[in-house]
Nanobody, 123 residues
């Protein structure tokens, strides 16, 4: 069973950058697609970005395209989300999730979730 732990969240000013990390345990992690989602209380969980098991294919929500970059290092069992040009509307709890196969963009298609890390962007 894969387990995920996020880190790297914090408080940053608008226009700044943060890099989130998602460390995975479990031998089969490199076979999972991995995604990042974010959640603000009172709203639905929002898809942010996803990467295939190899890292070759990626997909982004329009709201973060050209500002965020998802990548993975399967030798380290870690997936990253580099966030740049951050905006106050990026404030949320960010979750890492793993899915068996494909490149899903819907949270229901993900089987394993981390505990989340808070990102706060001040104006």
């Amino acid at each position: 069973q894969v387990q995920l732990v996020e880190s790297g969240g914090g408080l940053v000013q608008a226009g700044g950058s943060l890099r989130l990390s998602c460390a995975a345990s479990g031998r089969s992690f490199s076979s999972y697609a991995t995604g990042w989602f974010r959640h603000v209380p009172g709203k639905e969980r929002e898809f942010v970005a996803a990467t295939s098991w190899s890292g070759i294919s990626t997909y982004y929500a329009d709201s973060v395209k050209a500002r965020f970059t998802i990548s993975r290092d399967n030798t380290k069992n870690t997936v990253y989300l580099q966030m740049s040009s951050l905006k106050p509307e990026d404030t949320a709890v960010y979750y890492c999730a793993a899915a068996w196969g494909g490149l899903p963009t819907t949270y229901r298609d993900y089987e394993v979730w981390g505990q989340g890390t808070q990102v706060t962007v001040s104006s």
